[in-house]
């Protein structure tokens, strides 16, 4: 068997290892997580023609969305009426210019639930 000084000695030594080992790590992980939070960063800064693509969408906007009577007409009536009902109510308060379809008040309906 060893004498205490020499085991307290590798004991030391096994010590100062782990704590320059565990002091390495503690160098890499901040070194990690700056790179991760730069990379996200940059990631979604890259992103600036999101509002501009957003903004100029391919094809026509929902006549309901484009004329504010209608929108509040038919929103209005969501809670309480079936769409083959809104329509009809729309068909007879509206011209035939700003009538819609029933698909058409159901997508409008899906696309207010959502948000």
């Known amino acids: ?4 000084s020499t085991s307290k000695a590798k004991a030391q030594a096994a010590a100062l ?3 320059h080992l565990m002091l390495e ?3 890499a992980t901040a070194g990690l997580v700056k790179a991760l939070s730069t990379g996200v ?6 992103d600036v023609n999101a509002a501009h693509r957003r903004a100029h969408r391919m094809g026509r906007p929902a006549k309901i969305a484009a004329v504010s009577e209608l929108q509040a ?7 309480t009426l ?4 809104i329509a009809k109510e729309v068909a007879d ?3 035939p ?3 819609v379809s029933l698909s058409a008040i159901h997508r409008w309906w899906q696309k207010t639930k959502a948000t």
């Open 1 to 4: 068997m060893n004498p205490p």
């Open 17 to 19: 290892q782990l704590h």
């Open 25 to 27: 790590a503690t160098v």
């Open 41 to 46: 960063q940059t990631t979604i800064k890259d």
């Open 73 to 79: 007409f038919v929103t209005a009536r969501f809670d």
């Open 82 to 85: 079936t769409f083959e009902q």
């Open 93 to 95: 308060n509206f011209p």
């Open 97 to 99: 210019e700003r009538r």
